[in-house]
């Protein structure tokens, strides 16, 4: 069962803050529908850098995420929750968390439970490194915060922990304050983040 709260985004288009819904508990048909505005974004974005002799390095590398399969997936078990933002009838970034098996590998938390970040995402028109001019802000700030009070709801005093693509990294590091643990070679070497109760309350603040 679905329910949904109001969070503000950044409107570029009118420089000002305005209402939004964060959705905790995704239907497919919301899934669907994202994928259906994302894909074809994304797929245009992608054509014009190849044209355009963008480096692949650059291109946005989560064009290969299936909202969709990810959701089949995961239905089914209730330590995992889907999040999303709609706003204007989009729905404008996408995370899923998993609740349950999950521990921290920073030596003051060892061993203590924490929520585990498995995918994050705004929409395509929302990402610097994609459009010249994105149409909310936001978006990636409001979906950590919202693991971190997941995080505080299960008991596990805000942490917690995931791993970034590399276009990422920087942006959990630097914006979000996440220490960052290194290369984890189970994981594609893709670098493995967490944070602290201590970071997760001046993240919020």
Not at 14 to 22: P, S, V
Not at 96 to 115: E, F, H, R, W
Not at 184 to 199: G, S, W
Request: contains cysteine; charged residues 25%.
């Amino acid at each position: 069962m679905s329910s949904t709260s109001v969070v503000y985004l950044k409107d570029h288009n009118a420089g000002k803050f305005i209402e939004a819904n964060l959705i905790d508990g995704l239907t497919r048909e919301d899934v669907e529908k994202a994928e259906a505005d994302w894909t074809p974004f994304l797929d245009e974005q992608v054509k014009r850098m190849e044209e355009t002799g963008v480096p692949r390095r650059q291109w946005p590398q989560h064009r290969h995420w299936n909202w969709r399969d990810k959701y089949d997936a995961t239905e089914e078990y209730l330590a995992y929750r889907m999040f999303g933002i709609e706003c204007q009838s989009q729905i404008q970034g996408l995370m899923l968390v998993l609740t349950a098996g999950k521990n921290s590998k920073i030596p003051s938390q060892k061993g203590k439970p924490l929520a585990y970040v498995h995918f994050l995402a705004a929409a395509p028109w929302n990402l610097a490194s994609i459009v010249a001019e994105p149409r909310f802000s936001l978006v990636g700030s409001i979906l950590v915060a919202t693991a971190i009070h997941l995080s505080m709801e299960e008991e596990f005093q805000g942490r917690i922990g995931l791993h970034s693509l590399p276009q990422s990294d920087d942006w959990y590091r630097k914006t979000c304050g996440m220490t960052d643990l290194g290369p984890d070679q189970t994981v594609q070497n893709l670098r493995y983040f967490e944070m602290t109760p201590e970071q997760a309350s001046g993240f919020l603040r």
